[in-house]
C-alpha cells in the first residue's frame, strides 16, 4: 500500500487536543515547538502511545517580525556560532527526536549558507529534515543532497482554510498523490476541526493507504 505520513505541526501549547490525537491509536508524528509551555508532557503522551516526535523548528519568515515563529527562532542575521548555539539549545529541548521539520521559514529556506550550517549540525546528530515548503524559494532539498540528511517534503498542507469540506479534500489529495507516487507526507494543526474531520476519514485511509512514521518516508536525496 501507498504509505502516508501525516504530521500534527505546532504542538507545545495545548494538551488537552495533544492527548486527542494521540487517542486516534494511529502512526501520528508530532511536530513539538520548542520551549513550549506542554512540551514535555506531550513528548511523554506521544512516547506512551508510541508516536514518533519531530522539533518544529522556528525559522525566519519572510514577514518578520510583524510575524514572529517564537521562541527559539533561527534568524538571517545570526552569525554563524549564534544560529547553531541557538540550533543546539533548541535541539536540546526535546532530547527525543528522530527529525526536524521548519515552522514558518519562508527567508531563512532560502538562504543555503544557513541552511548548510543548520544541516551540519542535523547530519552528526543522525536526524532526518522534512521541508514544510513555506516556500516556492526553498533550497532545503539541494542543501540535504549536499549533505546527505533523509529528506522529504510536505505534499499537502491539510488544513490551512478550516472548513469540513475543505480538510476533506485535501486529505482525499493527499489520497491521490500517495496512490500516484508510493508515498505523500501531509501536514496538518491541532485544531479541533482537523481531529473530528480525521477521525471521520481515518476508515477511508486505511483502506487507501498504510499510515507510517514521518522516519519511514524520508530518503536520502539521490
Known amino acids: 500500500m501507498p504509505l502516508v505520513a501525516l504530521i500534527i505541526d505546532d504542538l507545545g501549547y495545548d494538551k488537552k487536543i495533544a492527548r486527542k490525537f494521540a487517542q486516534l491509536d494511529v502512526a501520528l508524528t508530532f511536530s513539538i515547538l520548542p520551549h513550549s509551555p506542554f512540551q514535555r508532557k506531550i513528548v511523554r503522551l506521544a512516547e506512551s502511545k508510541g508516536l514518533e516526535i519531530m522539533l518544529h523548528l522556528p525559522m525566519e519568515p ?7 515563529p517564537g521562541p527559539g527562532t533561527l534568524l538571517t542575521a545570526m552569525s554563524p556560532d549564534e544560529l ?6 533548541n535541539l536540546k529541548d526535546l532530547p527525543n527526536i528522530k527529525g ?25 546528530r543522525g536526524l532526518y ?3 514544510s515548503r513555506t516556500s516556492a524559494e526553498s533550497l532545503c532539498e539541494p542543501s540535504a543532497r549536499l549533505f546527505q540528511i533523509p529528506f522529504a517534503q510536505r505534499d499537502v498542507f491539510i488544513d490551512h482554510y478550516l472548513t469540513p469540506d475543505f480538510i476533506r479534500n485535501q486529505i482525499k489529495e493527499l489520497i491521490r498523490i500517495a496512490r500516484r507516487n508510493g508515498k505523500a507526507v501531509g501536514i496538518l494543526h491541532p485544531h479541533t476541526t482537523t481531529l473530528k474531520v480525521l477521525r471521520e476519514m481515518l476508515p477511508d485511509l486505511k483502506d487507501q493507504v498504510q499510515l507510517v512514521p514521518a522516519s519511514k518516508i524520508v530518503r536520502p536525496v539521490g
Not at 519572510?62 to 514572529?68: G, I, L, M, N, R
Not at 547553531?84 to 539549545?89: H, K, P, R, S, V
Not at 527567508?107 to 550550517?117: F, K, P, V
Request: aromatic residues 10%; negative net charge.
Open 129 to 131: 529534515f522534512i521541508d
Open 100 to 124: 526536524v521539520n521548519n515552522h514558518m521559514g519562508s527567508r531563512l529556506t532560502a538562504e543555503s549558507t544557513q541552511l548548510y550550517q543548520i544541516f551540519s549540525v542535523l547530519k552528526k
Open 84 to 89: 547553531i548555539a541557538q540550533l543546539d539549545e
Open 62 to 68: 519572510v514577514e518578520y517580525p510583524k510575524v514572529d
